[in-house]
């Protein structure tokens, strides 16, 4: 069934994160986003292809770090889209900055601009297209609406999002954000039905974040608006030192928690956020055996192993649900199901490259 | 004590095999003598500091494949040795062609020849040598003496000398040479304490060897003599056609086992082939956790691993028992038991390698 709405929505893609959790292919000079990590594409094109729809969506900002602009062009340019309207961020500032670049650097205050995170893989596109252009009437009548992720399991790694009254349509008020629980309160609350994971996606209008802001954390957006120099360029470029001046803290934290209007729709489109590598190989095609392997490497006689590599071929036998992952500089080997120690192992291989 | 003998040996060093039993980080390219897989130094570049005794041994002559003349002298070079005699095979044809190839080259028919394969470790150089000194006397006497190892375990791998009479010395007869047994037989021998592992070595005179073949395998050494224009060379390169012809068989076969006057010297130097990842494990140092590990990379929680790699760095936690052996092109990771299976993983790759 065609989308068919009144007013073109304005993706906003984040393409700001530089974790290590999926370290050794995630780096910080090539981030999770720039890698195909679950299927052919990666993460950012796949990105790209699912906001691809004329009838919903008006052409992509990205905002992202001076160092990935090239990647987001030849990204973009892979999958024959025109170069999109980059913001590059002079360093890191969280979520608040990003937002608050978004909403100042929009086209036109009213546009409706839709925030959504590059790294996170979405199982059924067409879904999460039918369930923004639900969530449409909410943000056009002034709310700040978030995507509430139906819970599969008892998750730790999370916030969640407490679902209140209905509002507009399907998109309910948020009673309450709840920062990552502890397994017991995971549990009960997955048991409760009212709660829904936070995606980390924002659709509203820009003036609605910007009134936001001023109401809630008039410092962020002051010290953001004052880093730029020329808000309608194709390529924004905030002043470094006047964006570093910007306090460092997230959007939940810095709007989203205080303000009164704000919504959640309940989805169900098959959002991860490939935050680990055992996330990353759930999401991936299996063999037979339960094996996630990529053309050019093999298993032989093993099961439920993820083999992922930009350098050199993998073959393994006789090992079972076992993490094997390469790169021209570094292999990692340890247990699929020990995937939250990554970042112990990249510690101790920032010592060792430190050592020569 | 310092070893004092009357005329000097020549050792002649077998640089040919290139197996796949130590893939990947052996390849036909770079056959596992020219790798450091025990110690800091390559197997030949040990061999080669194992024969610098100017009491016992002359400069050695290498045999090596016509490939790899280049890093036989990069490797000498590398200990500050002047540049070996090589003899440049054009090809592969076993070792009856190689001691063949010896003798006739030899600088004096009455030169003492050790030949000895390039690609072993010895853990006792010391004891090896004064082995040497008390097998002298009867290879100067005209016996062709082989070095039998004191087996530690009924390992099915090896061949094994039966052991016979006092010859010369602590030298005795062989009385028989048994091919590779199965794992009862080798029990039973292990048991019986009169058999040694034929650890592919032999010593003689040049005109004892040739005498030698010329009785039993005159096809070989006419093949051989045929295709050497220049016996004097300081590199000698037999012509590849000629050399082609020469039938490929193994010594043992073609001479050791028909000729009456063989004789095998116990011997205790601490001898391994280090023919598998197993055993290069074993002959490896390891830390408290029993983890075989270079420098650059590392064992976080593990042990019993061995990690070696050409290319890129290697780090692992939570597993154990594991190989993880890693170049620029592949990465094998496996139980470190089953390294009998590494041809197996050999030949998926050439598949793999095969297909792109």
Same mark, same amino acid.
């Given at each position: 069934?065609?989308?068919?709405?009144?007013?073109?929505?304005?993706?906003?893609?984040?393409?700001?994160?530089?974790?290590?959790?999926?370290?050794?292919?995630?780096?910080?000079?090539?981030?999770?986003?720039?890698?195909?990590?679950?299927?052919?594409?990666?993460?950012?094109?796949?990105?790209?292809?699912?906001?691809?729809?004329?009838?919903?969506?008006?052409?992509?900002?990205?905002?992202?770090?001076?160092?990935?602009?090239?990647?987001?062009?030849?990204?973009?340019?892979?999958?024959?889209?025109?170069?999109?309207?980059?913001?590059?961020?002079?360093?890191?500032?969280?979520?608040?900055?990003?937002?608050?670049?978004?909403?100042?650097?929009?086209?036109?205050?009213?546009?409706?601009?839709?925030?959504?995170?590059?790294?996170?893989?979405?199982?059924?596109?067409?879904?999460?297209?039918?369930?923004?252009?639900?969530?449409?009437?909410?943000?056009?009548?002034?709310?700040?609406?978030?995507?509430?992720?139906?819970?599969?399991?008892?998750?730790?790694?999370?916030?969640?999002?407490?679902?209140?009254?209905?509002?507009?349509?399907?998109?309910?008020?948020?009673?309450?954000?709840?920062?990552?629980?502890?397994?017991?309160?995971?549990?009960?609350? &997955? =048991? !409760?039905?009212?709660? *829904?994971?936070?995606?980390?996606?924002?659709?509203?209008? %820009?003036? #609605?974040?910007?009134? @936001? $802001?001023?109401?809630?954390?008039?410092?962020?957006?002051?010290?953001?608006?004052?880093? &730029? =120099? !020329?808000?309608?360029? *194709?390529?924004?470029?905030?002043?470094?030192?006047?964006? %570093?001046? #910007?306090?460092?803290? @997230? $959007?939940?934290?810095?709007?989203?928690?205080?303000?009164?209007?704000?919504?959640?729709?309940?989805? !169900?489109?098959?959002?991860?956020?490939?935050?680990?590598?055992?996330?990353?190989?759930?999401?991936?095609?299996?063999?037979?055996?339960?094996?996630?392997?990529?053309?050019?490497?093999?298993?032989?006689?093993?099961?439920?192993?993820?083999?992922?590599?930009?350098?050199?071929?993998?073959?393994?036998?006789?090992?079972?649900?076992?993490?094997?992952?390469?790169?021209?500089?570094?292999?990692?080997?340890?247990?699929?199901?020990?995937?939250?120690?990554?970042?112990?192992?990249?510690?101790?291989?920032?010592?060792?490259?430190?050592?020569?």
């Amino acid at each position: 069934m065609p989308i068919a709405i009144s007013t073109l929505v304005r993706p906003i893609i984040l393409s700001g994160g530089s974790g290590t959790r999926l370290w050794p292919l995630s780096t910080p000079a090539r981030p999770k986003q720039f890698l195909p990590l679950v299927g052919e594409r990666s993460l950012l094109g796949e990105t790209f292809a699912r906001l691809s729809d004329p009838a919903l969506f008006s052409a992509p900002t990205v905002i992202c770090g001076a160092g990935h602009v090239e990647q987001v062009q030849v990204i973009a340019a892979s999958l024959g889209l025109s170069s999109p309207r980059i913001v590059a961020e002079p360093c890191a500032r969280n979520t608040a900055a990003a937002v608050a670049l978004a909403a100042l650097t929009a086209t036109d205050p009213d546009e409706l601009l839709l925030i959504l995170p590059s790294d996170h893989h979405i199982e059924r596109p067409d879904l999460f297209r039918a369930t923004v252009a639900e969530a449409l009437a909410a943000a056009e009548a002034g709310m700040i609406v978030t995507f509430g992720m139906k819970p599969t399991r008892a998750e730790t790694g999370f916030g969640y999002i407490e679902t209140g009254a209905v509002a507009i349509g399907t998109v309910r008020h948020v009673a309450r954000f709840i920062e990552k629980p502890d397994a017991e309160r995971a549990t009960a609350m &997955i =048991d !409760d039905g009212r709660f *829904l994971w936070n995606g980390g996606m924002f659709f509203a209008r %820009a003036s #609605t974040l910007v009134e @936001a $802001f001023e109401q809630h954390s008039p410092d962020v957006i002051a010290a953001v608006r004052a880093s &730029i =120099d !020329d808000p309608a360029a *194709l390529l924004v470029t905030p002043g470094a030192d006047r964006f %570093a001046a #910007t306090p460092a803290i @997230a $959007f939940d934290h810095a709007v989203m928690e205080k303000h009164d209007r704000t919504g959640v729709i309940p989805s !169900d489109f098959g959002w991860s956020d490939v935050g680990s590598w055992t996330a990353t190989y759930e999401r991936s095609v299996q063999d037979g055996g339960g094996n996630a392997v990529e053309p050019g490497s093999a298993v032989i006689d093993g099961s439920g192993n993820l083999l992922r590599s930009s350098g050199p071929r993998i073959i393994t036998f006789g090992v079972d649900r076992l993490m094997i992952l390469a790169t021209n500089e570094v292999v990692l080997v340890a247990p699929l199901d020990d995937a939250q120690r990554v970042r112990e192992a990249y510690e101790r291989y920032r010592e060792l490259t430190s050592d020569t």
